[in-house]
């Protein structure tokens, strides 16, 4: 019988190639389209744009400028050019940034990949100190971890597992503790609490002031996810935190009581990646309205204190949006810069932006930064542009000569880009 089957299987092979091919003549027309038009709303066409004045002097503490991510509109000069350039070690490579640096006090921080932290000069670019935080018997590159200023101290997660405060002036690891589970988010520093998010969807609360763990709270595990996950919100007492499952939490910041809970359910889509309930975008507490965007083409706005629903709409992305006084300024999944209104989600304009014409839906942007009414975006092609907050026109596009992964950021009126192979760029 084995022989048998053996010798009959190249005869079925023989006659398959033999077959004639009738070629499809006609265009060809995807069953399922990846592309969603999304379109001015008519009730917005004859809407004004416009923006609070720019405010000067402002630190960028933490990832997404504070505690809440709502970011001001930063005061920059209209005109920049390079000031200096620093490498801060370590790019992407075996390792990955997934969080940007931060600046206070006349004071640049940053983690390289392979470990290390760095203290710079704002104004100069000097180095002021340099530590690595890895344990000694991990030496290997680092995928995400982050940074926050707060209390005179610089609090840094690990993905070893581990979070640590590092005095500010010198470096010097003032405490260290393990954690549940290998963390890739920046932390979030809020009145004298640190909180982190570990990859397994678990929220750790503690005192920044000597690293005791105050309370925890728990979302699903996700067997599959994307890389990295977002630090949470915290404002007004209140704080939201979004897992991999999709899960939207606001808790109280004091003790992890639970005030609502709500889901971001996921498009239909036609691929396993499109279809992943994972949020990767940091969430937004904007005065009293909570701003949530999923990478599976939703977005939503829920009010802080009750949880209700304000408005939903189908886009999704990435990347942070900026939340800048009544408007939303963000990039989609599909490469692709929208301007809506942050009361009722309205699309105001559309620009769509360069796509890597082999992997058409590949985001290649990061951003936006809102900062002299302008739009500063950047690309993986190394390429930093401004747009016209009003209607997303170019305005002006500066190449960089490298790729570039991390959204830009704005502090004390100078504009700083990490680039990928690790080089800190400074723009006044």
């Known amino acids: 019988m084995k022989k048998y089957i053996l010798g009959f299987f190249p005869a079925l092979v023989l006659v398959a190639c ?9 265009k060809r027309i995807p069953v399922v389209s990846y592309e969603h038009s999304i379109k001015v709303d008519p009730d917005t066409k004859d809407r004004t744009i416009e923006l609070p004045l720019s405010e000067m002097g402002r630190d960028w503490p933490q990832l997404g400028g504070g505690a809440g991510h709502a970011m ?3 005061s920059l000069q209209e005109t920049i050019t390079p000031q200096w350039t620093v490498s801060i070690g370590s790019g992407n490579g075996e390792g990955r940034f997934l969080s940007s640096p931060i600046v206070s006090e006349g004071v640049v921080y940053a983690l390289d990949t392979s470990g290390h932290v760095i203290a710079l000069e704002s104004s100069s670019g000097q180095i002021l100190w340099q530590i690595g935080i890895s344990p000694s018997e991990r030496e290997e590159a680092i995928i995400g971890g982050g940074l926050a200023f707060g209390v005179g ?30 963390v890739r988010a920046a932390p979030t520093f809020s009145d004298g609490r640190l909180y982190v998010l570990t990859i397994s969807n678990q929220l750790e609360v503690l005192d920044a002031s000597t690293g005791k763990r105050l309370w925890e709270h728990a979302g699903i595990t996700e067997s599959a996810g994307l890389l990295g996950t977002a630090c949470p919100a915290v404002a007004k007492g209140v704080v939201v935190v979004t897992y991999s499952s999709g899960e939207i939490y606001a808790l109280k910041a004091e003790n992890g009581h639970q005030l609502w809970t709500e889901t971001l359910s996921p498009t239909r889509r036609p691929d396993s990646l499109s279809s992943l309930s994972h949020i ?34 189908s886009i999704g992305g990435l990347r942070t949006p900026a939340v ?43 951003g936006p930064i809102v900062a002299n009414n302008k739009l500063y975006i950047v690309s993986a092609g190394g390429a ?27 502090a004390q009126e100078t504009l700083y880009i990490l680039t990928n192979n690790g080089d800190l760029i400074a723009f006044r």
């Open 18 to 26: 033999d077959t004639p091919k009738i070629p499809i003549t006609g």
């Open 72 to 74: 001001p509109h930063l």
């Open 153 to 182: 101290k610089i609090f840094v997660t690990s993905p070893h597992a581990e979070v640590l405060a590092l005095d500010a002036k010198t470096g010097q690891i003032l405490w260290r503790i393990p954690t549940q589970s290998p």
């Open 280 to 313: 990767r975008a940091l969430p937004v507490i904007d005065q009293n309205i909570v701003l949530i965007f999923g990478h599976n083409q939703k977005m939503a706005a829920y009010d802080l204190r009750r949880g209700e629903k304000l408005w939903e709409r």
């Open 324 to 366: 800048v006084g009544d408007y939303i300024f963000m990039i989609n999944s599909h490469n692709e810069m929208i301007c809506l209104t942050r009361d009722y989600g309205q699309v105001l304009w559309v620009k769509k932006l360069e796509s890597d014409l082999e992997h058409p839906y590949k985001v290649i942007w990061d």
């Open 384 to 410: 930093l542009v401004a747009l016209d907050p009003t209607n997303g026109k170019t305005l002006s596009t500066t190449s960089l000569g490298v790729p570039v992964s991390l959204a830009p950021f704005v």
